[in-house]
Structure formats: C-alpha cells, structure tokens
C-alpha cells in the first residue's frame, strides 16, 4: 500500500474523523439547497454547491435494510450491517448494537453513539429509547 497523501490537508473526510475523536458527530448541510450531506463531500451532491457547514445531526435514525454477517463464536459472533435513514435525510452504513443481529428489522427506530473501535471512533446506532 502506497501513502494515502490524498486525505492531507483539511479535506472533509478528515475533518469528518478530526470532530468524531472530539466525540462529535457531524454531517454537512448545504447553504444553496438546505440538503444535508453524508458521506463528508466537498460539493453538495444534491446541487454542486461548495457552500457546505457542519451540523450536529439529531443521531435519530430509522433502519431502511439490514444484513446478518455470519461469524463463528470464536471470531466475535454475528455482525449486523444496516443502512439508516438519518432524520435529516442521509443514509448511512452502520450497525446496530446492543441486540442480537437477527433482532435489529427494517423499519426500527435507532439512536446514533460513537464507540472506539479498533482504536478508531465509529458510528454506530442502538435501538432507540434504550440505555447506551
Ligand atoms: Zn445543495
């Protein structure tokens, strides 16, 4: 694997990954359009304009699909991986923690929350209502 040099400099993905270490989770809004983006862009996909802001999403969420990762036992069990509606628009990959893989259905109403994972802040979603 050559240097990612793409990502130097204040790109949004890296700003994206910068505020989730500060435990801030972010997507961006369009001034021109009002659309809110997701995956970090540096043009609004929705319009071309590059007059895009960060905004703290309200980490409410509805699941539009989810998969059952088969995984043995010894390997950390099965992994569940769902796309979510943001309520703001977006559709994100994520997964669903804090009940079985097979429990989590379409349709579900699901709250975001940043974890370390693999020594890297992530987000993933819990049923919502529940105790993180
Ligand atoms: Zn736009």
């Known amino acids: 694997m050559t240097n990612a040099t793409i990502f130097e400099g204040d790109g949004p993905e890296k700003v994206y990954h910068e505020l989730l270490k500060q435990g801030k989770f972010r997507i961006q809004r369009c001034g021109a359009c009002g659309g809110h983006i997701f995956f970090p862009r540096v043009i609004c996909t929705l ?6 802001a960060w905004i703290a999403p309200s980490g409410r969420g509805t699941v539009y699909s989810t998969t059952v990762l088969r995984r043995k036992p010894e390997s950390g069990g099965n992994l569940n991986l769902v796309l979510v509606d943001l309520e703001e628009g977006p559709r994100m990959m994520s997964r669903v923690e804090g009940i079985s893989a097979e429990e989590v ?3 579900m109403a699901v709250e975001a929350s940043i974890i370390e994972d693999k020594g890297a802040p992530l987000v993933v979603f819990h049923p919502a209502g529940e105790a993180k």
């Open 47 to 52: 319009c071309g304009s590059a007059d895009l």
């Open 105 to 107: 259905k379409i349709g």
